[in-house]
């Protein structure tokens, strides 16, 4: 039962709701701009959760792996450090789910399979660089959180994706990326202390102009745009104001990429048909926030 603890500890599976939020948006995007939906269209959305899910989880794998002397200095309590799980292991099923992860994607269609394989080489460049080149580590970090949206939107892509669709699309996933590489500077203050840098404050401020800029060149009114950037500015704020500890700050803003979907949600919303079950789409994305933080309570998420 330890040796299961320390392997689930190291997949930091209190985050995995917010890859399937992700995931999940891009779909329900692609949908709202015409995708068809079949019998088929559902296996493809469950290939891409779980191919996002196993690459994301062979990540975490593969860093706790590279990381084991920087996290014997620093985090003594995570598995690698503590022997529970030995870095070889650690590596070895890394890199098995990495290639499974990207198959998994593969058998959602073929699109969302290069954007697995591109995914896939993200994660092994992050592995490879994120202490040896840190300027550009929270930048890969955050290529990989925007490719989540476009697994979800290639499983089921429209016939002919619309320019607004693709903007949309394009726009959210920088949006994603933005606020994650400012986690991921935040973060790196976790187990050293101090306070982060401009760039880590400014980044989640910049993630709150791609999509409303895209909206308001489609014709949206001034105010969907600036709920869609006020939400989103709100988000740092209130895990400033309500969580002192860095490590807590970091865990809610991970979680609170799933209310960044839920703001793309609200914005396409309307081009569902109250009946249509798929309408319900922004409550799944609630929930996943939820989950997201009720795992906290029984898995570490950084």
Known sequence: MTRLRAWLELTRGANLPTVWSNVLVGWLLAVAFGAK???????????????????????????????????????????????RVSARSAALAGGALLLVGAEACHLASPAAGVAGLVLASLVLAYTRWHKSRPAAAPWLMGACR??????GFLANPPDLAPPAGLSLLLAHALALGLFTSGISLL????????????????????????????????????????IWACGLMLLPAWSRRRHA????????????????????????????EPSDPLAMGGLMLLLFFGTALALRRLLPST
């Open 245 to 272: 500890d860095i490590g807590d700050r970091v865990a809610f803003r991970i979680a609170a990429l799933c209310l960044v979907d839920y703001l793309l949600w609200l914005a396409v919303r309307a081009r569902f």
């Open 37 to 83: 939906l079949d019998a088929g269209s559902f296996p493809q959305l469950g290939w891409a959760l779980l191919g996002a899910s196993l690459l994301y989880t062979a990540g975490m794998f593969l860093n706790d792996a590279a990381d084991a002397a920087w996290d014997a200095a620093h985090r003594r309590e995570r598995p690698v450090p503590s022997g």
């Open 146 to 151: 925007a490719l989540l949206p476009l697994v």
């Open 187 to 226: 973060a790196r203050h976790e187990a050293t202390g101090g306070e982060p840098g401009r760039l880590a404050r400014a980044l989640p401020l910049l993630a709150t102009l791609p999509v409303p800029a895209v909206l308001l060149t489609q014709g949206a009114t001034p105010w969907v745009a600036l």
